[in-house]
T-cell receptor, first 114, second 115 residues
Framework: SQKIEQNSEALNIQEGKTATLTCNYT??????LQWYRQDPGRGPVFLLL?????KEKRKERLKVTFDTTLKQSLFHITASQPADSATYLC?????????????FGTGTLLAVQP | EPEVTQTPSHQVTQMGQEVILRCVPI?????FYWYRQILGQKVEFLVS????????KSEIFDDQFSVERPDGSNFTLKIRSTKLEDSAMYFC?????????????FGQGTRLTVV
């Protein structure tokens, strides 16, 4: 079955530094990979999507890379701020019938210290 | 900005009781989903729904679970006889298109506590 792994340990960084989060997957070749942010007690919020034929995607301070050979995506937040503190989830779109469900990783908790 | 709304935000129920969790997806969306998240664990897919029928369901979604779109705006998840292990956050999500290149919009969730 598909397996998606993210940094299991919480990531603590200083404000202003770049945070790098890792997502590794096995037994799957997704056409798309998505990243979401989840705050405590809240639903996931979409951040970025990258296609299998894209190496890199950027949106403001966010950057995502996708290496289908390594089966890995990296998620970067540059010039991090305390407000970036949250759990970040990677998700693969899996086709099933008429719909595409999302298969989520375990998430990485990011804490940005002021 | 359009959003997915879920009610109630928190539901406490006795084991063996039936619960109905309600969701109002974004109005022009066609694809609907329920996910759950047990405390401290990952978000897990339960069921997807399109064109008034279940498109896919996970192993978790056994015959104690059902979904319905009763009136063209609400999307409900019913658990017939709740168990302690059903305690979790339940998230409803909707999408405009099914393709993996479109984002899913999630509601804020219903925290279900079975006692």
């Amino acid at each position: 079955s598909q397996k998606i792994e993210q940094n299991s340990e919480a990531l603590n960084i200083q404000e202003g530094k770049t945070a790098t989060l890792t997502c590794n997957y096995t037994n799957y070749s997704p056409a798309y990979l998505q990243w979401y942010r989840q705050d405590p007690g809240r639903g996931p919020v979409f951040l970025l999507l990258i296609r299998e034929n894209e190496k890199e995607k950027r949106k403001e301070r966010l950057k995502v890379t996708f290496d289908t050979t390594l089966k890995q995506s990296l998620f970067h937040i540059t010039a991090s701020q305390p407000a970036d503190s949250a759990t970040y989830l990677c998700a693969l779109a899996h086709y099933g019938g008429a719909t595409n469900k999302l298969i989520f990783g375990t998430g990485t908790l990011l804490a940005v210290q002021p | 900005e359009p959003e997915v709304t879920q009610t109630p935000s928190h539901q406490v129920t006795q084991m063996g009781q039936e619960v109905i969790l309600r969701c109002v997806p974004i109005s022009n969306h066609l694809y609907f989903y329920w996910y759950r998240q047990i405390l401290g664990q990952k978000v897990e897919f339960l069921v997807s729904f399109y064109n008034n029928e279940i498109s896919e369901k996970s192993e978790i979604f056994d015959d104690q679970f059902s979904v319905e779109r009763p009136d063209g705006s609400n999307f409900t998840l019913k658990i017939r006889s709740t168990k302690l292990e059903d305690s979790a956050m339940y998230f409803c999500a909707s999408k405009a298109e099914s393709m993996g290149n479109t984002e899913a919009f999630f509601g804020q969730g219903t925290r279900l506590t079975v006692v």
